[in-house]
């Protein structure tokens, strides 16, 4: 188990402890600042490399009050005893840190103490994701079960759902921004539609607590069964965006209780859809036919075609996340690789080139053929590529690390070989693809894993039923038992 290397244990503990305050403290103002495994990419930088590296670096500066060795001078990485030595002495005439000086030093501190079991069920571990503000995770199993944790009073579940009209697993699920609704998928057409915020503890589909579906087929699908495999509120919590087995995006409007958007996406498989942005015009969506499109709803209704299309992977991606900066998304993908685009590099929908695989692979039962390892796809538009996790069995997930407290410096992942990985996704001022963490604890492959907003905690859920929290700093005693 690897982590970014730091100064003392005693540094690093008293950063922790700061790190509360501070972070709250920024959150409240909107202050700022205007002071193992590894593959790099084998292209030559270009502009593009260098503006996500700029950028990801001016997002966790610290003061340069802090920074200043000597004139004209700067120390870089600034050791974190010599940021509480300056906070102190008030060097930056603040009288406490700012956002970029809190994720300087917090962007060292990995969650990679543990694991301290929060949870551990008879079945799969599918979903875990922390609610937007890290009050809440939600957790979902395959035996029918999502539980809702309440993480500021001990991780005690606060709300236990048995689900409606279960297909195979519950195979995504999103919290409102405001955590009052909860919707969930199957392998089936309908998302349900559940009360988080309800005073009832144990919901029991419509015999406790009624949970509201909302059909996404249509009649043009001729009576085709198909099932949702992602979902994701928008950020005013309004609509829901999902992507189906049947290669379609459904938009849907929750007050209106309709599908107010179908796109025909894809010629397989959307595997993962996501907002792009904060305004919601813009979805990505990832498919089995290993292309990630984005799709611009403002002018789609005029040309029915995607803004535009970004080549790379050889096989199908199973997750995508955004920056939620308009430019920068990531893919997992089965061809064993994570890809960090941008937009800005999109191919119209015309230029659309597949891989070219010249073998036979099933990802659900075999492992990735060592030939197709070097294979690189001729027109691969990606920006870097990370690898040393393995996708196989399941929609494996991958994420960029929070902005609050990272300055979203890194990307994560689950594994097929039961652990999580984390990537550097800016080193040394330039794009890197160094591991700098690899967590090892579970019996099966972790399917979904989720960094707590504000602070070093990362939880991971794993097909051994468990669900576990990752933090920094840790003390080796276990503070969490598992939770009935």
């Known amino acids: 188990m690897l982590s970014v290397p730091e100064d003392t244990d005693t540094d690093s503990t008293i950063s922790y402890r700061f790190s509360k305050l501070e972070i709250e403290n920024e959150l409240s103002d909107g202050s700022s ?101 890290g009050s809440l995770l939600i957790a979902a199993f395959q035996g029918s079960q999502i539980r809702i944790y309440d993480v500021e009073r001990e991780w005690k579940v606060r709300k ?93 409007d929750l007050k209106a209780k309709k599908v107010s958007l179908r796109i025909p996406a894809h010629m397989s498989d959307v595997n993962s859809v996501c907002f792009v942005d904060e305004s919601g015009h813009l979805i990505c969506s990832g498919s089995d036919d290993s292309f990630c499109k984005v799709w611009d709803r403002r002018c789609f209704a005029g040309s029915g075609k995607p803004a535009g299309v970004l080549m790379g992977h050889l096989e199908g991606i199973t997750f995508t996340d955004s920056r939620r900066d308009g430019r920068y998304l990531i893919s997992n993908s089965k061809d064993q690789s994570i890809k960090l685009w941008d937009l800005r590099k999109m191919s119209p929908n015309s230029v659309c080139y597949r891989g070219y695989r010249n073998y036979e692979w099933d990802y659900r039962w075999m492992n990735y053929p060592q030939r197709a390892k070097d294979f690189k796809h001729p027109h691969d538009q990606s920006v870097a590529t990370y690898k040393g996790h393995s996708v196989l069995r399941t929609l494996i997930r991958c994420y960029f690390s929070p902005q609050y407290s990272t300055g979203q410096k ?22 890197s693809g160094a591991q700098v963490a690899k967590l090892q604890h579970h019996g099966s492959t972790v399917r979904d894993c989720s960094w707590h907003p504000t602070y070093p905690v990362l939880v991971s859920s794993s097909w051994d039923g468990e669900v576990v929290k990752w933090e920094f700093p840790g003390n080796g005693e276990s503070t969490i038992s598992h939770t009935k």
């Open 33 to 133: 600042d205007d002071g193992g495994g590894s593959h790099w990419p084998s292209r030559k930088r270009d502009s593009f490399d260098q503006d996500i590296a700029q950028l990801t670096k001016l997002q966790s500066r610290p003061n340069e009050h802090f920074s200043c060795v000597s004139p004209g001078k700067r120390e870089c990485p600034v050791s974190t005893l010599k940021m509480l030595a300056g906070r102190e002495a008030n060097l930056s005439g603040r009288g406490r840190f700012s956002l970029p000086d809190c994720r300087h030093v917090l962007s060292r501190y990995l969650p990679v103490n543990g694991p301290w079991i929060v949870d551990q069920m008879s079945t799969r571990a599918y979903v875990s994701q922390f609610s937007a503000d």
């Open 160 to 252: 236990n759902i048995l689900a409606r009209s279960l297909r195979w697993t519950i195979t995504d699920t999103s919290l409102s921004p405001d955590q009052r609704c909860l919707v969930y998928a199957s392998m089936s057409p309908v998302i349900q539609i559940v009360d988080a915020g309800s005073s009832t503890s144990e919901s029991l589909a419509n015999i406790t607590e009624v949970h509201d579906g909302l059909d996404l087929s249509s009649r043009d699908d001729g009576g085709y069964s198909f099932g949702i495999f992602s979902l994701q509120f928008s950020t005013a919590g309004q609509e829901v965006v999902a992507g189906s087995s049947n290669g379609h995006i459904h938009v849907c």
């Open 410 to 431: 890194y990307i994560y992942t689950g594994s097929h070989d039961s652990c999580i990985y984390i990537y550097d996704l800016v080193s040394r001022g330039q794009v």
